[in-house]
């Protein structure tokens, strides 16, 4: 006699029940208890993605790739006309890891959205700015580990493509201020992301701004209030020129400090509205 | 035991939920069934923080949602079976939960073994079935040790043998002092296993009641098949019990079998054949819900 035998993969032993005696009230203070938990959970989520490993790889091979650019096939500065140095070229690609970081920092939150899993954090962490805490947190480092690599990247590949070293005095400096601008720009991404909540769309906007809309301003608007802008800020504190760079734009420029404190203004006004937004609308 | 009390939410000018109030006990198994548009979503939504009530709160144990220490270690909640990354693995998407409640890591093992993902751990959630779905969801609803879960639609993709298991593990659950508040279409499916049910339409509760008192909603019918149908049926008319006739054929309500088998026994009418029938739980329901259904077929 033949007999057939069903298989299934379900388990036999039955889900139970927990047996904990009453529940206590939550506190505040237990909220800010909660950042850790958030920060451990932002990270695994972080690392899980193969997203985020290729946009970190992608700021290697831009630092490796530009800095190779100008040593072989552009050779000399256009504005100043002396041969590029390591010490004036190794950050070249710090523009390009900033859009990496914001595009990160949207991506972080955008994609919760998208996919229904910022529900599951705030039925888990029902205090929501826990949860930007914990993703702001992840974002910095990760901005910040960006931003290092890239320059290292950036670095490694001017010295092997035969670039002389060149005055390395401000190179401490123009490495930590190119820091600072890549973990607010995550951060900034981070804001853009909670405001707009979908991610091509918040991407888009992005990049308009930063290669259309503010080249626009300051190619019509007044020295004095272009300068103003989040990334007329971002290339000061880079000390770059930009194309669309003038003598009168270029002696109207703030200080280091004011540009950093006028990016970082932009970012904490993106990430307070993306904040408030996260309170006031429902979590999707 | 959750107590959803005068819960009120309106979008715009549309009353979504309107002063709902009702209890689901520990130790069974509640259903909560309505139409499409019935303020079903919304009212779990609410029930676990997700959309703020315009009036009202939900207690558990006597404790609203957002005030509870760790909610997912009291509630285990899936609202959303796709509620997850597509490029995440299913162990890597239940340790960023886990962590996030501070749930030992070694926890996330386990619920992997409860819903039997255990071999597909590794695998990335985009390639996972709707059942497998379903299954990584409940994971992460389990993941707290909850007494308490909230599930909306669970056995939606699931194959007969997984339906089988969810409604063996959620009657489980509740026998050992669980608390299960479970939606579905499949009223059939929830009748096999639900204690009580909550049902609702256009916003409003339409009862909160055993399934036992819901099924005594509906009238039992008696057919008979006689070869003297008009002298049955006036002896029925009689005794004051609604008769339809058909040829040889009546139809009475409002009395059982028993009782019109009797009268005819009584009358020496030969009987050919008579049948007791009750109106299913689908059929109730839909009659309950019927005239609140945002969305009616032509």
């Known amino acids: 006699m033949n007999t057939a035998t069903a298989t299934t993969d379900f388990p036999t032993t039955p889900f139970v029940a927990s047996t904990a005696g009453p529940v206590n009230t939550r506190s505040r203070r237990l909220d800010l208890a909660g950042v850790p938990a958030a920060i451990r959970s932002e990270w695994i989520k972080l690392r899980s993605l193969r997203s985020n490993r290729a946009i970190f790889l992608l700021a290697i091979v831009a630092g490796v790739l530009m800095s190779w650019i100008l040593a072989t096939l552009v050779r000399t500065d256009p504005y100043d006309h002396k041969p590029f140095t390591v010490a004036g070229s190794f950050m070249v690609s710090s523009w390009f890891t900033l859009v990496l970081t914001i595009i990160a920092g949207i991506l972080m939150y955008t994609s919760e959205v998208q996919h229904g899993t910022l529900a599951n954090s705030v039925a888990a962490q029902p205090a929501r700015w826990v949860l930007v805490a914990g993703k702001g947190v992840v974002l910095t480092a990760f901005g910040l580990a960006m931003g290092i690599v890239g320059m290292a990247a950036g670095f490694a590949s001017a010295v092997a493509s035969g670039m002389d070293m060149g005055d390395t005095s401000g190179v401490v400096a123009t490495a930590a201020w190119t820091l600072v601008l890549t973990s607010l720009g995550a951060l900034l991404g981070l804001g853009i992301g909670m405001i707009v909540r979908h991610s091509s769309a918040a991407v888009s906007a992005a990049l308009v701004w930063m290669f259309v809309i503010e080249n626009l301003v300051r190619s019509m608007a007044p020295v004095n209030l272009s300068r103003l802008m989040p990334f007329s800020a971002a290339t000061g504190m880079l000390a770059i020129r930009s194309a669309g760079d003038t003598p009168a734009t270029l002696a109207a420029r703030l200080s280091r400090t004011q540009d950093a404190f006028l990016f970082a203004g932009f970012t904490a006004a993106a990430i307070v509205i993306g904040t408030a937004l996260l309170y006031r609308r429902d979590a999707d | ?298």
């Not at chain 2, 558990?60 to 597509?86: K, N, Q």
């Not at chain 2, 709707?130 to 993941?143: F, P």
């Not at chain 2, 689908?282 to 309950?288: A, F, P, V």
Request: glycine share 10%; charged share 20%.
């Open chain 2, 1 to 298: 035991m959750i107590t959803v009390s005068h819960l009120t939410k309106r979008y715009g000018n549309r009353l979504a939920v309107s002063d709902m109030t009702f209890d689901v006990a520990a130790g069974r198994v509640t259903g909560f069934v309505g139409p499409n548009g019935a303020g079903k979503s919304t009212t779990m939504r609410m029930m676990v923080g997700l959309t703020r009530p315009d009036q009202g709160d939900v207690r558990y144990h006597g404790v609203s949602y957002t005030d509870l220490v760790h909610p997912t270690r009291v509630v285990g909640s899936v609202l959303d079976a796709g509620a997850m990354h597509p490029g995440r693995t299913a162990r890597n998407h239940l340790q960023a939960m886990a962590a996030l409640s501070c749930i030992p890591a070694r926890r996330v093992e386990e619920v992997l073994h409860e819903v039997g993902l255990d071999t597909a751990a590794d695998q990335r959630a985009g390639g996972f079935s709707l059942g497998m779905r379903q299954r990584l969801a409940l994971a992460g609803a389990l993941l707290g040790r909850p007494d308490v879960l909230l599930l909306d639609e669970p056995s939606n993709g699931l194959d007969p043998d997984g339906i089988r298991w969810l409604r063996n593990s959620l009657s489980e659950f509740a026998a050992k002092g669980g608390t299960v508040f479970v939606s579905s279409h499949l009223i059939g499916e929830l009748a096999m296993f639900a204690d009580d049910l909550v049902v609702v339409g256009g916003g409003t509760l339409l009862a909160a009641e055993t399934v036992a008192a819901t099924l005594a909603r509906g009238e039992t019918t008696v057919i008979v098949r006689t070869t003297d149908a008009s002298e049955l049926a006036r002896l029925l008319d009689r005794h004051d019990i609604v008769v339809g006739i058909d040829g040889d054929r009546l139809t009475v309500t409002g009395t059982t079998l028993a009782a019109v088998s009797k009268i005819a026994f009584d009358h020496r009418i030969h009987v050919i054949e008579i049948t007791e029938s009750s109106r299913s739980l689908e059929e109730i329901l839909l009659d309950m819900t019927g005239a609140s259904a945002e969305f009616v077929a032509a």
